[in-house]
């Protein structure tokens, strides 16, 4: 079974800086799906980034980028000049591209990011 | 627009009755699918369902059930058999390769 671990329970990042949120997965699949999403206070759950497993680059969002290391199993979000609105919840997930197959999605337990002023 | 909506957004209950969040999409979606959330956790999978009139259990389905008679619609039941039903409730659809998008949620609680 696929395993999805966060291991920064709570982050801490001065307004204007870069912090980066680790994520480290477990399957035996080759193709698959990777995301980050954000919950805010508001508790709405919000897309941050999408990675395809097959694609080398890394994906960017503009102040959201990842570092996707295939081979190590590590998927971690980089936010570069932070602002307060980022603060929020984080979390990893992943899905199996194999087809036909599930369409469950495996979710880490989060990352509590605070922005400081 | 396109999205999820759940209602109500706040819901409470006594305990020993049954009560069914509501959650409905017009994003043309397969998939849906519920979790739960507990104060400062992860999401649980309770149940999802890939296809119309089929739906498979999640991690903790005991004391949920689920219909899907409708592509758009995918309503939860949380029965008097869920021991601790108070959380805060999240659903959610995908296309089959495609990202999952979450409605606003129901915050759930019995008195």
């Known amino acids: 079974a696929q395993t999805v671990t966060q291991s920064q329970p709570e982050m801490s990042v001065q307004e204007a800086e870069t912090v980066t949120l680790s994520c480290t997965y477990d399957t035996s699949e080759s193709d698959y799906y990777l995301f980050w999403y954000k919950q805010p206070p508001s508790r709405q759950m919000i897309l941050v980034i999408r990675?395809?497993?097959?694609?080398?680059q890394n994906a960017t969002e503009n102040r959201f980028s990842v570092n996707f290391q295939k081979a190590a199993k590590s998927f971690s979000l980089k936010i570069s000049d932070s602002q307060l609105g980022d603060a929020a919840m984080y979390f990893c997930a992943y899905r199996s591209a194999i087809y036909p197959g599930t369409y469950k999605y495996i979710f880490g337990t989060g990352t509590r990011l605070k922005v400081l002023a | 627009d396109g999205g999820i909506t759940q209602s109500p957004k706040y819901l409470f209950r006594k305990e020993g009755q049954n009560v069914t969040l509501s959650c409905e999409q017009n994003l043309n979606h397969d998939a849906m699918y519920w979790y739960r959330q507990d104060p400062g956790q992860g999401l649980r999978l309770i149940y999802y369902?890939?296809?119309?009139?089929?739906?498979q259990k999640g991690d903790i389905a005991e004391g949920y059930s689920v219909s899907r008679e409708k592509k758009e619609s995918f309503p939860l039941t949380v029965t008097s058999a869920q021991k601790n039903p108070t959380a805060f409730y999240l659903c959610a659809s995908s296309q089959s390769t495609d990202t999952q998008y979450f409605g606003p949620g129901t915050r759930l609680t019995v008195l």
């Open positions: 990675q395809e497993a097959y694609k080398q």
């Open positions: 369902s890939q296809i119309v009139n089929d739906f």
